[in-house]
């Protein structure tokens, strides 16, 4: 299977060439024309390092008729990739978020659904296990009942660096991900939230954000998507999040603590995450539903949703009022 890795632009682009690299039957390409020659952190220098092919320009990948390609370009340009990707028949997999503007995600979804092609999310946690295995009793209703409360937290580092996008826009739909999924994509009625720009001292930046959203089955969601106060990485929690049902609850972390302590060496704090690596798992969902014809894990239509709770929530941050996404 020919997979090609589109633009070097995301930080974790080049962690998706070295575990597609490594995966049988993958036939890696990558492009990223926009990256600078000498940079050893884009795409030419990656490619020469694991041996991959290298496509420098968009037609030039595109003429090699990828059956698979992973979107991780700057959040503008994606829906001009995704549609071009689904001209040339390629499943996509497109990195969160999907696009900066509801009318792109719209484009990008109809475009895949023309072309009969799937649109998945980059969503590792979603494809988590354990994950499943909550949705499976959620879903099953005996253990847990109604669900009516979810509260989710995801805080990691932020530099506060021109062009960093803020902490509602970087994390949130991670986290909104998992509520699409668990509520089977229950409608959201009504979002509320409250951001601000303490750690990362410009005002269009937020460091920190709490949404809440009201859905049509009546649950209620609460998540901090905020920046934690050390920049080390160590200081990263989540995905996580607290399901609360009628008669029980159910508490789910992507990156549970393994081994934490005071590292000598480095005179920091000492951090081993649990589990099994969520990229790879990712990644390998993805190509064997694409193998199949198909998406994989949350799809475009999930992505839409979380892009407009997002949206309703920057507008509820800038007048202080609840919003209707207007989902319908």
Same mark, same amino acid.
């Given at each position: ?39 050893? %952190? ?108 979810? $509260? ?8 506060? %660096? ?7 826009? %970087? $994390? %949130? ?156």
């Amino acid at each position: 299977m020919k997979v090609a890795v589109l633009s070097f632009a995301h930080e974790r682009a080049a962690t998706y060439a070295r575990l597609l690299r490594d995966m049988p039957g993958v036939d890696l390409v990558i492009a990223d024309p926009d990256g600078a020659p000498g940079d050893p %952190a884009r795409g030419r220098a990656v490619a020469g390092e694991l041996g991959a092919s290298y496509a420098g320009g968009w037609d030039e990948v595109f003429v090699l008729r990828p059956d698979a390609v992973v979107v991780t370009s700057e959040v503008d340009r994606r829906r001009e990739l995704v549609e071009r990707a689904a001209e040339a028949g390629a499943h996509v997999l497109v990195e969160q978020p999907m696009a900066a503007k509801e009318s792109d995600a719209e484009a990008m979804v109809r475009a895949c659904a023309d072309a009969g092609v799937g649109l998945s999310l980059a969503s590792p946690a979603c494809f988590s296990p354990a994950f499943a295995a909550v949705r499976e009793g959620i879903a099953d209703g005996e253990a847990l009942g109604r669900l009516t409360t979810l $509260h989710g937290s995801y805080n990691s580092p932020g530099s506060g %660096a021109a062009g960093d996008r803020g902490a509602l826009a %970087a $994390h %949130a739909a991670v986290l909104l991900d998992m509520v699409d999924a668990v509520l089977g994509g229950e409608p959201a009625q009504q979002v509320y939230a409250q951001t601000n720009s303490v750690l990362s001292g410009a005002p269009g930046v937020e460091s920190a954000a709490l949404v809440s959203v009201r859905y049509a089955n009546g649950a209620v969601a609460s998540i901090d998507c905020s920046w934690s106060l050390s920049t080390d990485e160590a200081a990263r929690s989540g995905p996580a999040m607290t399901l609360i049902g009628e008669k029980a609850s159910v508490e789910f972390n992507a990156r549970p603590r393994l081994l934490g302590g005071f590292d000598v060496a480095t005179g920091g704090e000492r951090w081993e995450s649990g589990g099994g690596d969520l990229y790879a798992a990712m990644l390998g969902a993805f190509l064997a539903a694409a193998a199949e014809g198909r998406g994989a894990g949350p799809d475009g239509a999930a992505g839409l949703r979380t892009l407009r709770v997002i949206e309703a929530a920057y507008a509820s941050a800038q007048t202080g009022q609840p919003v209707d996404p207007g989902v319908s």
